[in-house]
């Protein structure tokens, strides 16, 4: 079956450019991660949505950090005014949910963003 | 709080076997391993959760010390198809958000 899939695989931008970056998880899926990860480091937890909803955005670095899952299936993470900071792999993952669910996520092949 | 995984890096010959540790300063509610190849995706290897319960992979063995809030995942005859870096994920109480170890590399050797 199909896996949780991010586009573009690769994103080269000018510093205070705006991005986004897309997330399409496993069909059915109700949670939604996303994560940073900079080389030679485990990922860094960004926001995590359940359905809908942002239950914990608490680890978006600032306000030009902002993600969105209007119908409960496809993320998208958008970064305003990009800085050089930002470069890193942004890694999504998708998890059943529910009370039985143990949470195993299931990571997408992640984008690659380059800011210059 | 990240936890601490030990060792940082570990070179095997295939057939060998390795431990990789994991150690919270935080209790915790479940550990979880995951291994990435680079370039790749992290991949599920193991869930173990406070209590005793835990889902994985047939051929990974992990434990989980409540009290003292540390796991280690247990790699026997190590195949070359083992290779990568190896992550731990701590979760406290909020049952869904995972803190990252830095990572083991592991390297088998024909």
């Known amino acids: 079956g199909a896996g949780v899939s991010q586009t573009p695989s690769n994103k080269v931008t000018e510093k205070g450019k705006y991005v986004e970056l897309r997330c399409d998880p496993i069909?059915?899926?109700?949670?939604l991660y996303w994560y940073r990860q900079s080389l030679g480091q485990g990922p860094e937890f960004l926001i995590y949505f359940q359905g809908t909803g942002a239950a914990d955005d608490s680890g978006l670095p600032n306000d030009r950090f902002f993600a969105v899952r209007p119908e409960g299936s496809v993320s998208t993470l958008k970064i305003q005014r990009t800085e050089r900071g930002d470069s890193a792999v942004y890694l999504c993952?998708?998890?059943?949910?529910?009370?039985?669910?143990?949470?195993?996520?299931?990571f997408g092949p992640g984008t690659r963003l380059t800011v210059l | 709080q990240q936890p601490v995984q030990s060792p940082q890096a570990v070179i095997l010959r295939e057939g060998e076997d390795a431990v990789i540790n994991c150690s919270s300063s935080?209790?915790?509610?479940?550990v979880h391993w995951y291994r990435q190849k680079h370039g790749e995706a992290p991949v599920f290897l193991m869930i173990l959760l406070k209590g005793g319960e835990q889902k994985g992979h047939e051929k990974i063995s992990a434990s989980f010390n409540e009290k003292k809030q540390q796991s280690s995942l247990y790699l026997t005859a190590s195949q070359l198809s083992y290779s990568g870096t190896y992550f731990c994920g701590t979760e406290g109480d909020s049952n869904y958000q995972l803190i990252w170890g830095a990572g083991t590399k592991l390297i088998i050797k024909p």
């Open positions: 993952a998708s998890s059943p949910g529910g009370p039985d669910n143990y949470n195993e996520q299931f």
């Open positions: 069909s059915g899926h109700t949670a």
């Open positions: 935080k209790a915790l509610y479940s």
